[in-house]
């Protein structure tokens, strides 16, 4: 498969995990957390399908359009595992969703970071929270849903708090 096609296929298939965590999060009250900015595209499609809903973002260094960059009262500047611990305290409010999308890096960062988010976000979450990610973060006590219709196994990953 080329390079196109896998990213063609990860971002149908991160399109129709959050599409599906909206729906199943939007009787829970609380913020959603957006765990990588990126290009915006991701944190653009969460203000559309979650309209209303105030949405934090952690991004290490804003590179987003700028039509798809955050308030700054709801962005995190800097590496989560120093952004994440005391983020409670400007969010108020544990969060109802969560999108982590941290893949860019070596396997070595991708388990630590997974590691250090299983370990942290339960802090953050509400129960029944929704944490959908790039990678498996698996939480003490979360459990792992079905994915959506077409989407491979393995491609996203959806965990419920």
């Known amino acids: 498969m080329s390079r196109l096609d896998s990213f063609i296929r990860r971002m149908k298939a991160q399109r129709a995990c959050l599409n599906?965590?909206?729906d199943k999060t939007r009787d829970i009250p609380g913020p959603v957390l957006e765990l990588g900015l990126g290009n915006g595209r991701t944190y653009d499609h969460l203000r559309e399908i979650l309209p209303g809903r105030r949405i934090f973002v952690f991004e290490r260094q804003?590179?987003?359009h700028p039509g798809c960059i955050p308030p700054e009262e709801n962005l995190f500047l800097g590496d989560f595992r120093d952004t994440l611990p005391g983020a409670l305290a400007t969010m108020?409010?544990?969060?109802?969703?969560?999108?982590?999308d941290y893949g860019a890096g070596t396997p070595e960062y991708v388990t630590e970071m997974s590691a250090f988010l299983a370990d942290t976000l339960p802090t953050l979450v509400k129960p029944g929270a929704l944490i959908i990610s790039d990678y498996?973060?698996?939480?003490?006590?979360?459990?792992a849903l079905p994915l959506p219709e077409g989407v491979q196994p393995n491609r996203y990953f959806i965990r419920q708090a």
Do not use: F, N, S
């Open 62 to 64: 804003v590179q987003a």
């Open 92 to 100: 108020k409010e544990r969060a109802a969703l969560v999108h982590a």
């Open 136 to 143: 498996p973060i698996d939480g003490e006590g979360w459990t």
């Open 20 to 22: 599906l965590a909206a």
